[in-house]
């Protein structure tokens, strides 16, 4: 069982940048491969990166390739989301997810949920 809690979510205008937090529980993160959805009002939750068990790859969604950075310290059981250059319509609750078997890159692939943080870019 792995325990998720994100952290880092708040109010950046548009240009800024944040860097989000997922803690996880147990003594296995290492052999979990992680990753970040969102979801916006309204809309499907969507991919937004993932790193390997090793962070040695990491893959990220279309709309964030260039200006999100997804990175895991193994020794802290720690994943983050380093996020530049934000833009309004990234504005969404950022949910950390876990794997045991692959990257989720799909919401079916992961296996634990983190409870979210809230991500609010004014323009």
């Known amino acids: 069982q792995v325990q998720l809690v994100e952290s880092g979510g708040g109010l950046v205008q548009a240009g800024g940048s944040l860097r989000l937090s997922c803690a996880a529980s147990?003594?296995?993160?290492?052999?979990?491969?992680m990753g970040w959805f969102r979801q916006a009002p309204g809309k499907e939750r969507e991919f937004v990166a993932a790193?390997?068990?090793?962070?040695?790859?990491?893959k990220y969604g279309d709309s964030v390739k260039g200006r999100f950075t997804i990175s895991r310290g193994n020794a802290k059981n720690t994943v983050y989301l380093q996020m530049n250059s934000l833009k309004p319509e990234d504005t969404a609750v950022y949910y950390c997810?876990?794997?045991?078997?692959?990257?989720?890159?799909?919401?079916?692939?992961?296996?634990?949920w983190g409870q979210g943080t809230q991500v609010t870019i004014s323009s």
């Open positions: 790193v390997s068990w090793d962070g040695g790859t990491t």
């Open positions: 147990g003594r296995t993160f290492s052999t979990y491969a």
């Open positions: 997810a876990a794997s045991r078997v692959r990257m989720p890159t799909t919401l079916d692939l992961a296996d634990y």
